[in-house]
């Protein structure tokens, strides 16, 4: 009797345990989930991987939609195609939400927002402005601007065909004309779905929305959504920070103070090796943005201009010719017909005045180091004083830096025992001496 008891005790703590494990778990799985992640910065390499694992992680999730809020100014137009590729064949909802207020959505990023299924700005925000313009920011030849044009026209039409003809106007405007739009002007238009101040109100809006996905349509319930904010990996969020125009243009400009610096005081090393260090990561970070390669090129002139001016001493022309080089690729290195970014004023004109400074500096320990006399060999005797040890008759010896030396007094005149001697010449082993008055 007393086994069946326990038996039934153990049966009934097991279904209890059965339960409180199993109900929740239904429970979660009954409440529909909404992934969030933040796409901040250029396209690039990183931002599409980053996708691409946001979306397989909303799959694996049966997320009810995945929110990308995005803020950047452009990028390469082949990576924008193959996010745009990604978000399309999601068999998630993906919903792209232009955030934070005063951010925007720039040149590829407008196609990147257009490929959502559904999608939405912030108050405050920008959105267009995807006009190509030649590799330095200038007018490019009609009959190329035709066929970038034409291309992008296609790309956009695609996007743009369910929401009516004047969205379809202002995508070709964006691109012809580098037309924009705040988020007010593009709700009145039809090319965005919403304005929301957040993700909470984003996320009332969505639900009941109707979208389509990989052909079918698909109703968003998202009501009692609960929100899941999906994160970058410690790599992705390091790469992050490097491929950020100002921070690449800086990593470069380190390591090139760095080897200047070595090239001033060599001997130890580590500032060679950290120098070379920065400039590969920072050299990395400009190959995944889209830059200009002349101002690329003015960038690295300037750089040797400063190495040169340690070598080939102008008195600071060639210092002055690289901080205008210096200064003028960083205008221009970011300005390219798929990415616009302005580099912060004072880093431009900050960072060459630090590599005159340093080579400035460089160059006063050269001049200084020129007018050193010499310590050791045979210039170094001259000038050095010393003791007669055997009267200079006008031959004798003398006591000089601790050893013996034959001395011949310089006008022939007698030098006593004791008296004070000064080196005027000497040759191989004798020394000429006058008499220190």
């Given at each position: 009797?007393?086994?069946?008891k326990?038996?039934?005790?153990?049966?009934?703590?097991?279904?209890?345990?059965?339960?409180?494990?199993?109900?929740?778990?239904?429970?979660?799985?009954?409440?529909?989930?909404?992934?969030?992640?933040?796409?901040?910065?250029?396209?690039?390499?990183?931002?599409?991987?980053?996708?691409?694992?946001?979306?397989?992680?909303?799959?694996?999730?049966?997320?009810?939609a995945?929110?990308?809020?995005?803020?950047?100014?452009?990028?390469?137009?082949?990576?924008?195609?193959?996010?745009?590729?990604?978000?399309?064949?999601?068999?998630?909802?993906?919903?792209?939400?232009?955030?934070?207020?005063g951010?925007?959505?720039?040149?590829?990023?407008?196609?990147?927002?257009?490929?959502?299924?559904?999608n939405?700005?912030?108050p405050?925000?920008?959105?267009?402005?995807?006009s190509?313009?030649?590799?330095?920011?200038?007018?490019?030849?009609?009959?190329?601007?035709?066929?970038?044009?034409?291309?992008?026209?296609?790309?956009?039409?695609?996007?743009?065909?369910?929401?009516g003809?004047?969205?379809?106007?202002?995508?070709?405007?964006a691109?012809?004309?580098?037309?924009?739009?705040?988020?007010?002007e593009?709700?009145?238009?039809?090319?965005?779905?919403?304005?929301?101040?957040?993700?909470?109100?984003?996320?009332?809006?969505?639900?009941?929305?109707?979208?389509e996905?990989?052909?079918d349509?698909?109703?968003?319930?998202?009501?009692?959504a609960?929100?899941?904010?999906?994160?970058?990996?410690?790599?992705?969020?390091?790469?992050?920070i490097?491929?950020?125009?100002s921070?690449a243009?800086?990593?470069?400009?380190?390591?090139?103070?760095?080897i200047?610096?070595?090239?001033?005081?060599?001997?130890?090393?580590?500032?060679?090796?950290?120098?070379?260090?920065?400039?590969?990561?920072?050299?990395?970070?400009?190959?995944?943005?889209?830059?200009?390669?002349?101002?690329?090129?003015?960038?690295?002139?300037?750089?040797?201009?400063?190495?040169?001016?340690?070598?080939?001493?102008?008195?600071?022309?060639?210092?002055?010719?690289?901080?205008?080089?210096?200064?003028?690729?960083?205008?221009?290195?970011?300005?390219?017909?798929?990415?616009?970014?302005?580099?912060?004023?004072?880093?431009?004109?900050?960072i060459?005045?630090?590599?005159?400074?340093?080579?400035a500096?460089?160059?006063?320990?050269?001049?200084?180091?020129?007018?050193?006399?010499?310590?050791t060999?045979q210039?170094?005797m001259?000038?050095?004083?010393?003791?007669?040890?055997?009267?200079?008759?006008?031959?004798?010896?003398?006591?000089?830096?601790?050893?013996r030396?034959?001395?011949?007094?310089?006008?022939?005149?007698?030098?006593?025992?004791?008296?004070?001697?000064e080196?005027?010449?000497?040759?191989?082993?004798?020394?000429?001496?006058?008499?220190?008055?």
């Amino acid at each position: 009797m007393a086994r069946v008891k326990i038996a039934a005790v153990f049966i009934v703590t097991a279904l209890l345990m059965l339960w409180y494990i199993a109900i929740p778990r239904a429970f979660a799985q009954n409440t529909p989930e909404i992934l969030v992640a933040d796409l901040e910065g250029p396209v690039t390499p990183v931002m599409l991987s980053f996708i691409e694992r946001a979306i397989a992680e909303a799959d694996v999730r049966n997320a009810e939609a995945l929110i990308l809020r995005l803020d950047t100014p452009g990028g390469e137009v082949n990576m924008t195609r193959r996010i745009i590729q990604a978000i399309i064949a999601s068999d998630v909802p993906v919903v792209v939400y232009v955030w934070p207020p005063g951010g925007g959505a720039i040149s590829a990023g407008t196609f990147i927002t257009m490929a959502g299924h559904a999608n939405a700005m912030a108050p405050n925000t920008t959105i267009g402005a995807a006009s190509p313009v030649g590799g330095s920011g200038e007018d490019i030849d009609d009959t190329l601007r035709s066929k970038i044009e034409n291309v992008l026209l296609a790309d956009m039409k695609g996007l743009t065909d369910r929401r009516g003809d004047e969205a379809v106007e202002w995508v070709q405007d964006a691109i012809t004309e580098a037309r924009a739009a705040t988020a007010q002007e593009a709700l009145e238009i039809g090319i965005i779905d919403f304005i929301a101040a957040d993700v909470e109100d984003l996320i009332d809006q969505l639900d009941g929305f109707t979208v389509e996905v990989v052909g079918d349509d698909v109703t968003l319930t998202t009501g009692d959504a609960s929100v899941s904010f999906f994160e970058q990996t410690s790599l992705e969020r390091l790469l992050g920070i490097i491929t950020n125009p100002s921070i690449a243009l800086l990593l470069i400009s380190m390591g090139s103070l760095a080897i200047i610096y070595e090239i001033i005081n060599p001997g130890g090393y580590m500032s060679a090796i950290i120098g070379v260090i920065l400039l590969m990561v920072g050299f990395y970070a400009i190959g995944q943005l889209p830059v200009n390669y002349a101002g690329l090129g003015l960038i690295l002139l300037g750089i040797v201009l400063f190495v040169a001016e340690l070598f080939t001493p102008t008195f600071g022309a060639l210092t002055a010719g690289g901080v205008a080089a210096f200064i003028f690729g960083a205008l221009i290195l970011f300005n390219t017909s798929e990415f616009a970014y302005d580099v912060p004023l004072p880093s431009i004109i900050g960072i060459p005045l630090a590599m005159a400074a340093i080579v400035a500096l460089g160059f006063r320990k050269v001049m200084q180091s020129m007018k050193l006399q010499p310590t050791t060999g045979q210039e170094a005797m001259i000038g050095a004083t010393g003791t007669v040890k055997i009267p200079l008759d006008p031959k004798g010896s003398v006591l000089v830096w601790g050893e013996r030396w034959e001395a011949v007094s310089q006008d022939g005149q007698s030098i006593d025992s004791g008296e004070q001697i000064e080196v005027t010449e000497m040759k191989g082993f004798r020394l000429k001496v006058k008499k220190v008055l």
